[in-house]
């Protein structure tokens, strides 16, 4: 099970996810609670993989030990669970995104912008050579810095973003 859908596949639930997680894995409910070091009991388990819609959203704590347990992101998780009890929660993923391998988001902030840096860069340049009616509408928003995730132009360790002329 990959921790992302397919363009044209359904979200899952949280029942949905657990059960496929313990049908690739072989596992039981009581291998998940061993795995979960009892922070949730069996009959938790049961209760989540059951598929009867859940009375109230999990518990933030709850939350990690399922993801740590599936071992899948806490995002992919908490989209579950929100669908369980009738939640839209869609994501919005590129396939770039899904691409990515999971540990991306321990990348250190100056890799993250250098790596940032190099994608916007391409992608400026594939826009540009793009005739002007099929990026219009990409112009002004996919290629700006957000504000709060620009490097800090006196941090001398980040990346240096070079102006095309």
Same mark, same amino acid.
């Given at each position: 099970m990959t921790d992302s859908q397919g363009p044209g596949d359904p979200a899952p639930t949280l &029942? &949905?996810?657990?059960r496929a997680r313990m049908d690739e894995r072989g596992w039981s409910?009581?291998?998940l609670e061993r795995r979960s070091d009892r922070a949730l009991s069996r009959g938790r388990w049961q209760q989540l993989g059951?598929? %009867?819609p859940p009375r109230k959203f999990p518990?933030?704590?709850s939350l990690v #030990? +399922?993801?740590? #347990?599936? *071992?899948v992101d806490i995002t992919t998780v908490v989209l579950a669970a929100a669908r369980s009890v009738g939640l839209d929660a869609r994501t919005r993923d590129s396939e770039l995104s899904r691409l990515l391998p999971s540990g991306t988001e321990r990348l250190s902030d100056r890799t993250r912008d250098a790596l940032l840096a190099t +994608? @916007? %860069? /391409? #992608?400026a340049?594939? #826009? *540009? @050579? *793009?005739? /002007?009616a099929e990026n219009e509408h990409v112009r002004? @928003? %996919?290629? *700006?810095?957000?504000? %709060?995730a620009a490097p800090s132009r006196r941090d001398p360790d980040a990346p240096v973003r070079h102006e095309r002329a």
């Open positions: &029942q &949905q996810l657990l409910y009581t291998d059951a598929g %009867a518990d933030p704590s #030990v +399922i993801a740590q #347990v599936l *071992e +994608i @916007r %860069a /391409a #992608v340049d594939a #826009v *540009e @050579r *793009e005739p /002007a002004g @928003r %996919a290629l *700006e810095w957000p504000k %709060a």
